[in-house]
């Protein structure tokens, strides 16, 4: 509107300039027709006096011409005028150059011209004059009413489009600023939600399954929002529900490793024992071939100890979280020193992924960082903390793909926590692993 406006102001003024530059010539036009006629009523007063002096006939020829071109002369003059008050005083002045001609100029050359002697005497001289001024004076008050109309309508032209030239001025600058402010909201409202829709995208792609995009006043933006944020958080809930069925699966595993499995083991190395002890020393093949076969029982109960360890801690699920850390970091060939301000039990998805991601840093920390100590912290408040530090080469942001890492961020991620590695090179590592504690 501001614009169409502005545009209007602007046609206007074009409109209202020519309308002036007409104006303007025609009263210049008005001016030259009105000189042109007194010119013609001076030059029929010059020849008609030089004839009167010198009863000379040649001395009539511009008496003559002036004669023939009144009538055109005050045609044009009347058709000139601008003004229905200025047409008036043409129409006056016209009657009064015939008055002067039929009446006044052409009795008296006839006069002249018969040898009337009253034709040349003072008081016929005297009434030319009184004419001739008269009309001069006619001439100048309708010359000045029209010069004052030219300026005026001069002014008032340049005031128009002084005035046109501000209001589109100010019309282009509202312009100018509304677009600017349309430009920001748009910004705000979709370009920014949308930037925002594709880096989220992009950090989901990435495997950050916590991400989501806030809500926007625009429908289509918020709809892609809502729907983004639903896909985001069915993924999220289909991988926690994958994570837990694993920990159960691993759980499961480890019980019947240590319930079956091993029991039968430790079953069978007792009987081996037993059937040594009935075996006499001096059969020396027996024995021998039995203490192998107690040292392979041994073995591989100790073997399956370790891999049901593996699977799932059987002190993880007897004593909780702290407990298992404690026990790890004792079975760590690095020295490992655990801090924690809490010994409770916490939720037992919790618990296990964050045994497992602790668990992973620190094998991440004995295998690759060269460390000679690793320092574990345990904080528990409206989230648990897990912090690895180790001193060892830093340097995990260039070789990650190949540390382990890899997966800690999807396994923190699937319980909406957060995790953050510092691994500047030659200062060691720090991992920290953020888990919300559900209500």
Not at 410 to 416: L, M, N, T
Request: with cysteine; aromatic share 4%; net charge neutral.
């Amino acid at each position: 509107m501001l614009i169409g406006v502005a545009f209007a102001v602007l046609l206007w003024a074009i409109a209202d300039a020519n309308s002036s530059t007409s104006a303007r010539r025609a009263s210049r036009t008005a001016l030259v027709e009105a000189g042109n006629l007194e010119q013609l009523v001076l030059d029929l007063e010059t020849g008609q006096r030089g004839f009167l002096i010198t009863k000379r006939e040649e001395f009539l020829q511009p008496w003559q011409a002036a004669r023939n071109e009144l009538p055109a002369g005050a045609r044009r003059f009347t058709e000139t005028a601008t003004s229905p008050e200025q047409r008036r005083i043409a129409g006056q002045i016209t009657q009064d150059v015939d008055s002067l001609v039929n009446d006044y100029s052409v009795p008296l050359v006839e006069a002249v011209r018969r040898g009337d002697p009253a034709a040349s005497g003072l008081a016929a001289t005297a009434e030319g004059k009184r004419r001739v001024d008269a009309l001069r004076a006619q001439f100048d008050t309708y010359t000045a009413d029209e010069r004052a109309k030219l300026a005026a309508r001069e002014d008032t032209a340049g005031a128009n489009g002084r005035r046109a030239v501000t209001a589109a001025a100010v019309g282009l600058a509202a312009s100018t600023a509304l677009v600017a402010a349309f430009t920001v909201l748009q910004h705000r409202a979709v370009v920014r939600p949308v930037r925002g829709a594709a880096a989220a995208a992009g950090r989901l792609a990435d495997g950050d399954l916590g991400v989501r995009i806030a809500p926007s006043k625009v429908a289509e933006i918020g709809a892609l929002g809502a729907a983004f944020n639903t896909m985001a958080a069915s993924l999220q809930d289909s991988r926690r529900r994958i994570m837990e069925n694993v920990e159960a699966v691993h759980r499961r595993t480890a019980r019947d490793l240590h319930d079956g499995a091993q029991q039968r083991l430790v079953s069978l190395m007792i009987g081996l024992r037993l059937a040594r002890e009935l075996v006499a020393d001096k059969e020396a093949s027996a024995t021998e071939l039995l203490d192998q076969s107690i040292a392979d029982a041994q073995t591989a109960i100790d073997e399956l100890r370790e891999l049901a360890s593996g699977i799932y801690p059987l002190v993880l699920t007897v004593k909780g979280l702290v407990a298992a850390v404690r026990d790890l970091a004792s079975r760590c060939p690095i020295p490992a020193v655990v801090e924690s301000n809490f010994d409770r039990r916490i939720p037992g998805a919790v618990e296990s992924n964050a045994y497992f991601v602790l668990a992973e840093a620190v094998t991440n920390a004995v295998k690759h960082s060269q460390a000679s100590r690793i320092d574990i912290s345990l904080d528990l408040g409206e989230t648990l903390q897990i912090q690895v530090v180790d001193d060892g080469v830093g340097g995990v942001g260039a070789t990650t793909a190949g540390t382990g890492l890899t997966g800690l961020a999807d396994r923190v991620a699937a319980f909406d926590g957060t995790l953050t590695i510092e691994s500047p090179p030659g200062g060691g590592t720090t991992i920290l692993a953020r888990i919300p504690i559900p209500a």
